[in-house]
């Protein structure tokens, strides 16, 4: 019998589990969301990012006024994306920005995307406390190079979208049931990477600055 055949044998003699363990998933609690937003911005700040906590109707201003302060004033935005709304119209009251959307193939938008666009504004699906991570669905109206290619990516993130874990992520908002996305990203910070020397690098590819607005609910 050859090695290969004794290898594929062993697993298919392999005890194999009829079930899995359940996992346990907290109750939900005004106390335990607080420690979880708190701790999926520090998560966050550790890993590089910029966090910024406010109620849902500053954020639009204080945003504009960031955006003039580091000369960010070529966003992209999603096509007709609600929580977006009100930034289009905080930047109407500002010349100096302004406002590309995605709306056509990639091959129209390469120029705005990797030459022309200051910072790309996307929501967000979800936040997991425990690695501080955001979670996005990219779809039409917000494809997914708005969050990998511009040199800066600003997230919109609900507080009450902050959940433990993963496992509590996927079973509050009944992923099984509603169907997984197609396509899903995990961001955890501003890209990096590191050479043969374990040199670590922010920036190196993708946005070199991930700024996230938490608003808190009312």
């Known amino acids: 019998m050859s090695a290969r055949h004794r290898i594929l044998q062993r697993l298919r003699e392999a005890h194999r589990p009829t079930s899995w363990p359940a996992v346990k998933i907290e109750a939900s609690t005004p106390a335990n969301a607080a420690l979880q937003r708190e701790k999926f911005c520090h998560a966050l700040q550790n890993a590089h990012a910029e966090v910024i906590e406010c109620d849902s109707e500053r954020w639009p201003q204080l945003l504009t006024?960031?955006?003039?302060?580091?000369?960010?004033?070529?966003?992209?935005v999603g096509q007709e994306v609600e929580l977006i709304h009100p930034f289009e119209v905080a930047c109407g009251l500002h010349s100096e920005l302004t406002l590309c959307h995605y709306n056509a193939p990639v091959e129209t938008l390469d120029v705005d995307l990797f030459s022309d666009v200051d910072a790309a504004l996307t929501t967000v699906k979800a936040g997991i406390a425990e690695t501080g991570t955001l979670v996005?669905?990219?779809?039409?109206?917000?494809?997914?190079?708005?969050?990998?290619?511009?040199?800066?990516?600003?997230?919109i993130l609900r507080a009450s979208d902050i959940y433990a874990s993963f496992a509590q992520l996927i079973s509050k908002q009944a992923w099984a049931d509603n169907g997984m996305p197609t396509n899903a990203l995990l961001i955890s910070g501003p890209s990096k990477t590191a050479d043969i020397q374990q040199t670590l690098a922010y920036g190196a590819h993708?946005?070199?600055i991930l700024l996230v607005f938490v608003l808190r609910d009312r």
Request: charged share 30%.
């Open 65 to 76: 006024t960031l955006a003039k302060e580091r000369r960010w004033m070529r966003w992209l």
């Open 136 to 155: 996005l669905w990219p779809d039409e109206q917000e494809p997914r190079q708005m969050s990998l290619v511009p040199p800066v990516h600003v997230a």
């Open 206 to 208: 993708g946005p070199k």
